[in-house]
């Protein structure tokens, strides 16, 4: 098979990851406005979608280009083509699982864990660019921590600031608070892991000598295409991690939900600008149980909460073996 055909084709999927992507984290975005009722479910996902193709007018492409550099491309390589859809497809693999199950698992590391383990299978160790690779390694940890502790210092203060405030005038103003937060969250979402599906057809495109590897962006249209995309998933969102995330972990009232948005956004744009590709997932999680902690620390489901992070752990190794075991199957039937 030439090698622009196999571009196409690995265009194509990474596409459709990013369907999945935003299908897999459309939680993230509107679990906390659906279990507060403020939005019913297919409002609020278009709610959602909408502001996700949004953040295409505000962030640039810098997690892209981190995602570009997670492992060493040569240019012209139609090697490095197949290791590229072989690291998509370990990620899609395990997120229609996870989603399966019910657990929200990070999309993202599951990119990361696939490119890295199709990369690792090709060419060992040495393929992995440490530089691009390690803050996103440390923002497994400090990401949800970040929402964690916001979710619960934005807790504190609200409840401080309206405590002598009705309940149910707290209730009717958060409700349509909810509605800004959310759609802060929304942009925060597809401005960080939009990026993602750009960064992979960049990387792709530049093993394809479609691109020069020393190229500053990518074509327009990767642009659009990869913020579509991502709108269309969340568009037709996963129920099941929904119900996970809003209703599993703690109940939440408007004002809860306001918080965990608004800490989940500040997150999540504080990354992008930095550069640095982090879960929607974690964050979002990390803000609910922060509200939670300060609202009532006993009404969180601890067991489902740990359930959530040993899928967390697994993620990256779940996906790598999963784009190892590929790239093997793929040398053994001499596809390059």
């Known amino acids: 098979m030439e090698v622009q055909t196999i571009v196409i084709v ?16 459309a939680a993230n975005s509107i679990a906390t406005v659906v279990s507060t009722r403020v939005l019913s479910p297919k409002a609020a996902v278009l709610w959602a979608a909408t502001f996700n193709f949004v953040a295409l007018f505000i962030f640039h492409e810098g997690v892209a280009n981190t995602i570009a550099k997670t492992i060493e491309i040569q240019q012209g390589d139609p090697a490095f083509v197949w290791v590229v859809i072989c690291g998509l497809t370990g990620a899609i693999l395990w997120n229609l699982l996870t989603w399966w199950l019910g657990l929200p698992s990070s999309s993202s590391h599951a990119l990361i864990g696939g490119l890295s383990g199709a990369g690792i299978a090709y060419g060992g160790l040495d393929v992995l660019k440490w530089a691009s690779l390690k803050p996103t390694l440390i923002f497994i940890i400090v990401a949800p921590m970040i929402g964690l ?3 619960g210092l934005l807790m504190w203060a ?9 309940p149910r005038k707290v209730d009717s103003t958060f409700r349509v608070g909810q509605l800004i937060s959310a759609a802060a969250y929304s942009i925060g979402h597809g401005g960080n892991d939009a990026q993602k599906t750009m960064g992979v057809i960049w990387a792709v495109m530049i093993a394809g000598g479609m691109l020069s590897k020393d190229a500053k ?9 990869s913020y579509g995309a991502m709108a269309f998933g969340t568009a037709i969102g996963g129920w099941r991690i929904v119900k996970t995330m809003g209703m599993g972990l703690t109940h939440l009232k408007p004002v809860g939900g306001f918080c965990a948005e608004v800490a989940g956004a500040i997150t999540l744009f504080t990354a992008t600008r930095l550069h640095i ?11 609910i149980i922060g509200v939670g902690s300060v609202t009532k620390a006993k009404g969180i489901r601890w067991a489902l909460a740990t359930r959530i992070v ?25 596809a390059w």
């Open 10 to 25: 690995t265009i194509v999927v990474a596409l459709i990851f990013d369907v999945i992507n935003g299908f897999h984290d």
């Open 149 to 151: 502790v916001l979710g």
């Open 158 to 166: 609200v409840s401080w600031l309206f405590r002598r405030v009705r």
């Open 217 to 225: 962006a990518v074509p327009d249209w990767v642009v659009m295409a």
């Open 277 to 287: 590709p982090v879960s929607t997932t974690h964050t979002i999680t990390g803000a």
């Open 310 to 334: 040993w899928a967390w752990i697994f993620t990256i190794p779940a996906a790598g073996i999963a784009g190892a075991v590929l790239v093997l199957v793929a040398q053994s039937l001499h």
